[in-house]
């Protein structure tokens, strides 16, 4: 079992940044692979991106790529969102998540509120 919870959301305005992290329960943090998923209101929830275990490869929604960064620190059982050059549009619940494969899927965090305002 994986607990995971979320932090770093909040109101940020157009062109800035943000860092989403994300702390995970357990001894074997370095085995899964984590990703990040965000739900704007009144869509389905969509895939951010994905790092593997070891850290070594990184996957990345195409819209996404080169503003996004997703990184992890097994020594503290946390993965990380850097989010630049926000847009109005990137407002949504961001969701944590991990799993065995990409996109991972077996467990979520709760979720953290991102709200860019333009």
């Known amino acids: 079992q994986v607990q995971l919870v979320e932090s770093g959301g909040g109101l940020v305005q157009a062109g800035g940044s943000l860092r989403l992290s994300c702390a995970a329960s357990?001894?074997?943090?370095?085995?899964?692979?984590m990703g990040w998923f965000r739900q704007a209101p009144g869509k389905e929830r969509e895939f951010v991106g994905a790092?593997?275990?070891?850290?070594?490869?990184?996957h990345y929604a195409d819209s996404l790529k080169g503003r996004f960064t997703i990184s992890r620190d097994n020594a503290k059982n946390t993965v990380y969102l850097q989010m630049n050059s926000l847009k109005p549009e990137d407002t949504a619940v961001y969701y944590c998540?991990?799993?065995?494969?990409?996109?991972?899927?077996?467990?979520w965090g709760q979720g953290t509120q991102v709200t860019v305002s333009s």
């Open positions: 357990g001894r074997t943090f370095s085995s899964y692979v």
């Open positions: 790092i593997t275990g070891s850290g070594d490869r990184r």
């Open positions: 998540a991990a799993g065995l494969r990409v996109p991972p899927n077996n467990y």
